[in-house]
């Protein structure tokens, strides 16, 4: 029934999963042409890539045909006008589908490019201006229709036991993007969490088990002591997002990268930091791999696990550019 009901709400709303292979071959491409790094719409996407409508019918529910995996992406659009104008969704969606061992020919389900958009970036197109209703760059009024009723059952997707969503929260910092196909862009840096459909999809897959990746987000707590670090979302096994108060240089998104001592190691990707295990007793951030409380380190605290602990991270005493109060404060478990 839960199968019938996700092939229902597919074939009824026209809903287009796009193939793995394809976004295998858009970063491919914009590798070489960094035009090429913007996702297409919906329309622009051609039919090989995809399956929709009625082909989709009996691909999970006939028990005589075991089906494609169905992947469904929950991402934070990092601009207004487009959910990727840097391609670093693209860049990290490919390497996540790899990790989940899909095959090219494995389906996803991608907002952007599975249901009909509006071009924003056609020349003809200006915000508060009419075009004519059957522009190219519009929506025809069947296309409108089945978006708003699509968006209206998609909790359908999200709380399904075939799909496996891929929880994406990392919001990137796209400021050097000004402009996509001329058009300038305006970056939106919403917390994950805090937006409503990504909320809902999330709950949704939590709830009902649905996750495939390992990324989650995590509520860090807040205390009176402005110098504690903490780990405030943990956004994947591969990407964690720090905030600490008053030394802003250690803030940011630190990206995991080979091991270190037993444990993987993470790089800061806008700065000089990393973050690191040493002697399988403390974890550490500093701007020299390896170093440890004797040496040039930031932040530290004591744990044993084998990925940086969801805690409040305690700041070393130390004549760091940034700070203004060198105190350290006792670190605080989150709860």
């Given at each position: 029934?839960?199968?019938?009901?996700?092939?229902?709400?597919?074939?009824?709303?026209?809903?287009?999963?796009?193939?793995?292979?394809?976004?295998?071959?858009?970063?491919?491409?914009?590798?070489?042409?960094?035009s090429?790094?913007?996702l297409?719409?919906?329309?622009?996407i051609?039919?090989?890539?995809?399956?929709?409508?009625?082909?989709?019918?009996?691909?999970?529910?006939?028990?005589?045909?075991?089906?494609?995996?169905?992947?469904?992406?929950?991402?934070?659009?990092?601009?207004?006008?487009?959910?990727?104008?840097?391609?670093?969704?693209?860049?990290?969606?490919?390497?996540?589908?790899?990790?989940?061992?899909?095959?090219?020919?494995?389906?996803?389900?991608?907002?952007?490019?599975?249901?009909?958009?509006?071009?924003?970036?056609?020349?003809?197109?200006?915000?508060?201006?009419?075009?004519?209703?059957?522009?190219?760059?519009?929506?025809?009024?069947?296309?409108?229709?089945?978006?708003?009723?699509?968006?209206?059952?998609?909790?359908?997707?999200?709380?399904?036991?075939?799909?496996?969503?891929?929880?994406?929260?990392?919001?990137?910092?796209?400021?050097?993007?000004?402009?996509a196909?001329?058009?300038?862009?305006?970056?939106?840096?919403?917390?994950?969490?805090?937006?409503?459909?990504?909320?809902?999809?999330?709950?949704?897959?939590?709830?009902?088990?649905c996750?495939?990746?390992?990324?989650?987000?995590?509520?860090?707590k807040r205390?009176?002591?402005?110098?504690?670090?903490?780990?405030?979302?943990?956004?994947?096994y591969?990407?964690i997002?720090?905030?600490?108060?008053?030394?802003?240089?250690?803030n940011?998104?630190?990206?995991?990268?080979?091991?270190?001592?037993?444990?993987p190691?993470?790089?800061?990707?806008?700065?000089?930091?990393?973050?690191?295990?040493?002697e399988?007793?403390?974890?550490?951030?500093?701007?020299?791999?390896?170093?440890?409380?004797?040496?040039?380190?930031?932040?530290?605290?004591?744990?044993?696990?084998?990925?940086?602990?969801?805690a409040?991270?305690k700041?070393?005493?130390?004549?760091?550019?940034?700070?203004?109060?060198?105190?350290?404060?006792p670190?605080?478990?989150v709860?």
């Amino acid at each position: 029934k839960n199968r019938k009901a996700l092939e229902d709400f597919l074939v009824r709303h026209d809903i287009a999963l796009i193939k793995v292979a394809f976004f295998k071959e858009q970063l491919h491409r914009s590798k070489e042409d960094e035009s090429k790094k913007l996702l297409p719409r919906r329309q622009d996407i051609p039919h090989y890539h995809m399956m929709h409508g009625t082909q989709l019918r009996g691909m999970w529910s006939d028990s005589l045909n075991s089906g494609k995996a169905l992947f469904a992406v929950s991402h934070a659009w990092l601009s207004v006008e487009h959910p990727d104008p840097s391609g670093l969704r693209l860049e990290a969606l490919v390497e996540e589908l790899g990790w989940l061992h899909a095959s090219d020919d494995d389906l996803v389900f991608f907002d952007y490019c599975s249901l009909f958009q509006t071009d924003i970036f056609h020349a003809d197109y200006r915000e508060g201006e009419e075009l004519a209703p059957d522009h190219e760059a519009l929506r025809t009024g069947k296309q409108t229709m089945l978006y708003q009723t699509a968006m209206r059952y998609m909790d359908v997707l999200f709380s399904n036991s075939v799909a496996q969503v891929i929880v994406m929260p990392e919001i990137y910092d796209i400021r050097k993007v000004k402009k996509a196909k001329g058009k300038p862009i305006t970056q939106n840096r919403t917390r994950y969490i805090e937006r409503g459909w990504c909320g809902l999809e999330f709950s949704l897959a939590s709830q009902h088990q649905c996750v495939a990746s390992k990324a989650r987000a995590l509520y860090g707590k807040r205390t009176n002591n402005e110098d504690d670090l903490t780990v405030m979302v943990q956004v994947d096994y591969k990407e964690i997002l720090v905030t600490v108060a008053n030394v802003g240089s250690l803030n940011g998104n630190y990206k995991q990268r080979k091991e270190f001592a037993g444990a993987p190691y993470f790089e800061q990707l806008d700065g000089p930091n990393f973050m690191y295990r040493k002697e399988e007793e403390r974890w550490f951030i500093g701007p020299e791999l390896g170093a440890d409380a004797t040496g040039n380190v930031w932040a530290e605290i004591d744990s044993q696990e084998p990925e940086p602990p969801e805690a409040f991270w305690k700041v070393r005493v130390c004549p760091h550019p940034d700070c203004q109060l060198w105190a350290m404060r006792p670190g605080t478990q989150v709860a």
